[in-house]
């Protein structure tokens, strides 16, 4: 309140000082913003052009850096849309800088600051640091700035939003320098807007009188920003029952008439959704569209990462097809950026693009008013000089994020608090090895066989007289060439045990992206999955002479599911003398066949259970568990649970569990398993017995290693 | 406001309320979304009346709410059923689902669901022609049929449904119902991604030619999983 009112009197007295300075987000709104400038005399026909600059879905993307390869990617980052933007405020002295939301989440940095090593109230979160350092104007919210709660997100933008169990730390926390508003989410409790549901940023532009003189004019640029109501779905966990989302229109119809009143002379709408032509309804995802002929002057976009308009630079993509394929009924102009008549841009993401309308409005009958025919509208790339050549990054940008930087990278190689007496390798998986994939197998069960032994579903409870069993594949097996296998720990032994590290279980598991889900199949589906699974193997014909390929490819050695139950009590063969599709015997679990009508519990990721692989029955259907965590995590919840409990893990219990094997055969000529050079030992001191020799290299660089089918 | 509050108190008096404005059907799903959102029980009580006296959106929207609420599966049940036969799309979908889908103490029968999901789908709701895909691809509650799987997913992804596209590109990469489409296949694969459905995502990343392409599709993946995992 104090804030605020200090923040009043100081426009009053200056008449046009940035909101920025004041470095708080106290959502008093409904405290007095600034009036139309009284006294000032705009001549009739004044001509004025100022720049409203978009970023949106930033995804906290500072540096040019790509966290999950540890390794530099120009194509994107803060660093280098500061000079997009430093150039794009040298062709436009009059421009505001706004952003459209999802800032706070997204790169491991961005996990480190909220999850790992929460940054306290004393400090400002480093994609924030960024852009008060590019002096933004103001910004709106995203749907993921909720993913890490609500007190989270209450800190690091200094915003108190009276919501019960909800307690900002006292005192001024690090946040936005630049105000903060959302103006479709209120607290239920409270029936009040958790922020600022609008503000009014009064500006000095230069502008045209009619006369051709340069004279100063106060514009007062009116923003708000709305966020999809699908946010109560995806962070349910973190906001059900405490705040309700509103359809973007009806809070736009709210607050508009206020912002009017307020002296607003262009109204800018943040909004976090695409474009969708569809008709209306508040429950809609994307409703940016409808944001047009609400009264709203200028539309900043976001959500689906695309380029709209096109790109105007030399060689730009082609329009996206979901915009192409947009029905001309809809009145939006893909190549000039308006949807009804109203400017509009959408700056991809990750700060690959800087959104540019270049807006012109005339002072006309005592107000002023756009002007559409004069107004372009730009998405503009890192490569909008020639086509080819990026634009430099900003050293300013790194040298203010070096220390939170250097950080993600190092906790990545921080001890996981368990070590390992057995090596994790890929190398021979194909031939029955299942040092990486076991622990993965075992993470999946336990996570689970405790969801389902915890829930309070009854349809789920239910289910817990049902053995979960689990797959996972080895998902680094050579796909990109001889050095791309999976080898966790090297050398490590009973003698001499190795530690683990944080990002270990990144190795283990390889994809970040994917979510454990379960699938509730039986023992035909699972019969099917195998077979599915075994196609990953050539057929081997065991009369032939010449030399035969036992994995002709890696090229989907993703699909390669092996499959454990606890105690190795699920087992199978695989005879690849037989077609695809007739290749498994002797599936047991617990010494009995399985049954066709038997049912299981597969604990999986969410490309394997919505239907990735093309594996018969496994399509989405049968899913009844979509867990909101990373397979990833789960691993390495699993591994610290496990170090917590011994402090290792071991070759007997989480490395050994071979729960498949070839059904044996002698074939006349060799059969080979290409794989990195150099792990013969490896294979003989883990007793995979089918590994026979080590051969020559072949033209790609990989070893020729000879199996013996009849072991 | 003042008007609603005015209308309650006489509503209490006279036991009804016959002068209510009927609101748009906008106007009742922003109703239940406050009667959803905020537990607010006079928002739930206006949707009653507004079901009662016909109101189809009413009856659809408090048939939705009350799915939520394992006791209420009559009512549930009444009001979709009402509000689906007068046909609304909506409502047939969730009739559909009410169907099909296992609750505590009733056993699904997704061959009652068949029906409302075809009046759903033919009313233009994806979903609703996405479970009739997966129904008879998987021969649930109805024969097994590829060809009439691939129209419902083909429906379905004309309607933007993700999930379709994704097992549609599928069954012209393999030629499963339809005939195989090589081109045709790639093309639902990348549209699939571009509405993030997430095994879409990762299946182009991991079959792109492009690494840089590749790199992305997967960091994009990764940094909408905390908003994808239950959004399809």
């Known amino acids: 309140m104090k804030t605020n009112q200090v923040m009043v009197a100081a426009l009053v007295a200056v008449g046009l000082v940035s909101l920025g300075g004041c470095g708080s987000n106290d959502n008093n709104w409904a405290e007095p913003t600034p009036q139309p400038p009284a006294g000032t005399k705009i001549a009739e026909g004044t001509t004025v052009t100022f720049a409203l600059m978009e970023t949106t879905d930033l995804h906290s993307n500072v540096l040019s850096y790509n966290y999950y390869s540890l390794a530099e990617d120009t194509s994107l980052g803060m660093e280098r849309t500061s000079t997009l933007i430093q150039a794009a405020r040298v062709e436009n002295p009059n421009n505001v800088l706004l952003d459209d939301g999802d800032v706070i989440q997204g790169t491991l940095l961005g996990d480190l600051q909220a999850v790992t090593a929460p940054i306290p109230c004393s400090g400002t979160l480093a994609v924030h640091k960024a852009m008060n350092a590019l002096k933004y104007d103001g910004g709106g919210m995203g749907n993921h700035e909720f993913n890490y709660g609500l007190p989270f997100l209450s800190q690091v933008t200094n915003t108190d939003f009276n919501i019960p169990g909800v307690t900002k730390p006292t005192g001024t926390c690090g946040a936005p320098a630049f105000p903060l508003v959302l103006s479709n989410v209120t607290g239920v409790a409270s029936g009040k807007p958790i922020f600022q549901p609008y503000a009014v940023l009064p500006r000095t532009f230069k502008a045209t009188a009619p006369d051709g003189s340069s004279v100063d004019v106060k514009l007062n640029v009116g923003i708000m920003s709305f966020v999809p109501p699908q946010i109560l779905e995806w962070d349910q966990k973190n906001l059900a029952g405490k705040v309700a989302v509103s359809g973007a229109k009806e809070a736009a119809q709210q607050y508009i008439p206020e912002l009017r009143a307020k002296g607003a002379d262009v109204i800018v709408a943040l909004s976090h959704g695409g474009l969708d032509p569809s008709p209306y309804s508040p429950k809609m995802e994307n409703q940016s569209y409808h944001l047009a002929g609400t009264g709203i002057d200028a539309l900043l976009v976001g959500h689906s990462h695309l380029i709209f308009p096109k790109g105007k630079e030399t060689g730009a993509a082609a329009l996206d097809p979901s915009l192409a394929a947009l029905p001309a009924s809809a009145n939006i102009d893909a190549i000039n950026g308006f949807v009804n008549g109203v400017p509009t841009v959408m700056a991809q993401s990750w700060g690959r693009r800087l959104g540019i309308i270049k807006m012109t409005m005339v002072y006309q009958g005592g107000k002023w008013v756009t002007q559409p025919t004069k107004t372009t509208v730009e998405s503009r790339g890192f490569k909008y000089t020639d086509g080819t050549t990026l634009v430099k990054a900003d050293p300013a940008i790194a040298s203010l994020v070096a220390t939170e930087h250097e950080a993600t990278i190092a906790y990545a190689k921080q001890p996981l608090g368990v070590t390992t007496d057995f090596e994790m390798s890929s190398y021979f998986s194909l031939v029955g090895d299942v040092s990486a994939i076991q622990l993965v197998n075992q993470a999946q069960i336990d996570y689970v066989k405790n969801f389902i032994g915890t829930s309070t579903d009854p349809v789920l409870a239910s289910y817990k007289n049902i053995p979960v069993i689990s797959c996972s594949a080895p998902f680094k097996a050579g796909r990109n060439g001889p050095s791309d296998f999976t080898d966790v720990a090297p050398g490590a032994s009973a003698a001499a045990p190795v530690g683990l590290q944080v990002r270990n279980p990144g190795d283990l598991y390889l994809y970040s992206n994917n979510n454990l889900q379960a699938v509730k199949i039986k023992g035909a589906d699972l019969k099917a999955w195998l077979e599915t699974s075994a196609k990953q193997f050539g057929q081997i014909d065991p009369a032939k002479t010449v030399e035969q390929d036992l994995v002709p490819s890696y090229g989907t050695i993703y699909n390669y599911d092996v499959f454990y139950a606890e105690n190795n009590a699920l087992t199978y063969q695989i005879d690849v003398t037989k077609p695809a599709g007739s290749r498994i015997v002797n599936l047991v679990y617990q010494g009995k066949p399985v049954a066709d009508a038997d049912d299981f519990i597969v604990a999986t990721n969410d490309y394997r259970a919505g239907g990735g692989g093309n594996v018969p029955g496994i399509d989405g259907s049968k899913t009844i568990i979509k867990s909101p965590d990373a397979n990833q995590t789960v691993v390495s919840n699993y591994l610290q649970k496990v170090g917590k409990a011994s402090g290792k893990v071991t070759l007997t219990g989480n490395g050994s569990a071979r729960s498949w094997s070839f059904a044996k055969v002698k074939t006349a000529g060799p059969v080979i398993l290409r794989s990195a050079p150099g792990h013969l030992a490896l294979a003989r001191s883990s007793g995979i017995a089918a590994v026979a020799a080590e051969g020559g290299l072949d033209a790609s660089g990989f070893a020729k290693y000879s199996i013996d089918l009849s072991k | ?232």
């Not at chain 2, 599928?170 to 296949?185: L, Q």
């Open chain 2, 1 to 232: 406001m003042a008007l609603r509050f005015a209308c309650v108190a006489l509503l209490a008096a006279l036991a009804g309320c016959g002068h209510e404005a009927m609101p748009t059907p906008t106007q009742i799903e922003a109703l239940a979304m406050t009667a959803a959102q905020r537990g607010d029980p006079a928002s739930e009580q206006r949707l009653q009346r507004l079901a009662a006296q016909g109101a189809t959106v009413a009856q659809r929207e408090l048939g939705i709410l009350y799915r939520a609420r394992p006791a209420a599966r009559a009512d549930a049940e009444r009001l979709l059923l009402q509000a689906a036969q007068a046909g609304d799309a909506q409502a047939a979908f969730h009739l559909g689902e009410l169907y099909r889908l296992p609750a505590a103490g009733v056993t699904p029968d997704p061959a009652a669901a068949w029906p409302w999901y075809q009046h759903a789908a033919e009313g233009g709701q994806a979903k609703a022609a996405l479970q009739l895909g997966l129904m008879a691809k998987n021969g649930n509650g109805v024969p097994r049929d590829a060809a009439v799987a691939a129209r419902w997913l083909q429906l379905a992804a004309e309607l933007g449904n993700a999930h379709a596209m994704f097992l549609l590109s599928y069954a012209y990469r393999d030629g499963e119902g339809v005939a195989r489409d090589p081109a045709r296949a790639a093309a639902l694969l990348e549209e699939a991604a571009e509405h993030e459905y997430p095994p879409a995502l990762q299946e182009l990343a991991l079959t792109t030619q492009d690494p840089t392409r590749a790199g992305h599709l997967m960091k994009e993946a990764t940094e909408h999983r905390r908003n994808n995992w239950n959004r399809f």
